[in-house]
T-cell receptor, first 108, second 114 residues
């Protein structure tokens, strides 16, 4: 079993829908990263968080340290949000451990 | 004005050859990394390097050798390429030495070994 589990594996949504992607991890961490990989292959760091909640535009990331769980929400989804979203965790001095990603397709 | 740039974008080569992938960052970051993404899109750390120390992931074959002429560059040299080396290789950098800082990725190099 991977240290980092994401769900769902694949997600198809209609434009405008509210989307939630979940990430659970099994070890104590110091930080959790959310990354976005575009269809063209490039990877962009969306958030790094260790507690609470962060917001950037239509994206919101939350983390519950006690429950070892994080969610990435996308409000008013758009076809350009179609990408693979990857969760990764670290204990600070250890390399990132990645989830297998959630492939999101937003249909107009 | 690319922050992390790696070349080439695509690399097709035959088994047994030696090849290099170059990476440069203009962010002034102290730490650089090489990641491998396999056919199942799973990312794994290969190396991390700051201006003091190279940290090698022991699961990486010693045919892979990172070389850093200065803190803005971290190149990846691969000897005796094998079919299983086919993957996308990503360079990345971060400000701090720990993994508690945001990563900036290059666009990846798709390596195909035939």
């Amino acid at each position: 079993k991977n240290e980092v589990e994401q769900s769902p594996q694949n997600l198809t949504a209609q434009e405008g829908e509210f989307i939630t992607i979940n990430c659970s991890y099994s070890v104590g961490i110091s930080a959790l990263h959310w990354l976005q990989q575009h269809p063209g292959g490039g990877i962009v760091s969306l958030f790094m968080l260790s507690s609470g909640k962060k917001k950037h535009g239509r994206l919101i990331a939350t983390i519950n340290i006690q429950e070892k769980h994080s969610s990435l929400h996308i409000t008013a989804s758009h076809p350009r949000d179609s990408a693979v979203y990857i969760c990764a965790v670290t204990r600070g001095n250890t390399p990132l451990v990645f989830g297998k990603g959630t492939r999101l397709s937003v249909i107009a | 004005d690319t922050a992390v740039s790696q070349t080439p974008k695509y690399l097709v080569t035959q088994m047994g050859n030696d090849k290099s992938i170059k990476c440069e960052q203009n962010l002034g970051h102290d730490t650089m990394y090489w990641y491998k993404q396999d056919s199942k899109k799973f990312l794994k750390i290969m190396f991390s390097y700051n201006n003091k120390e190279l940290i090698i992931n022991e699961t990486v074959p010693n045919r892979f050798s990172p070389k850093s002429p200065d803190k803005a560059h971290l190149n990846l040299h691969i000897n005796s390429l094998e079919l299983g080396d086919s993957a996308v290789y990503f360079c990345a950098s971060s400000q701090a030495e720990s993994y508690n800082s945001p990563l900036h990725f290059g666009n990846g190099t798709r390596l195909t070994v035939t």
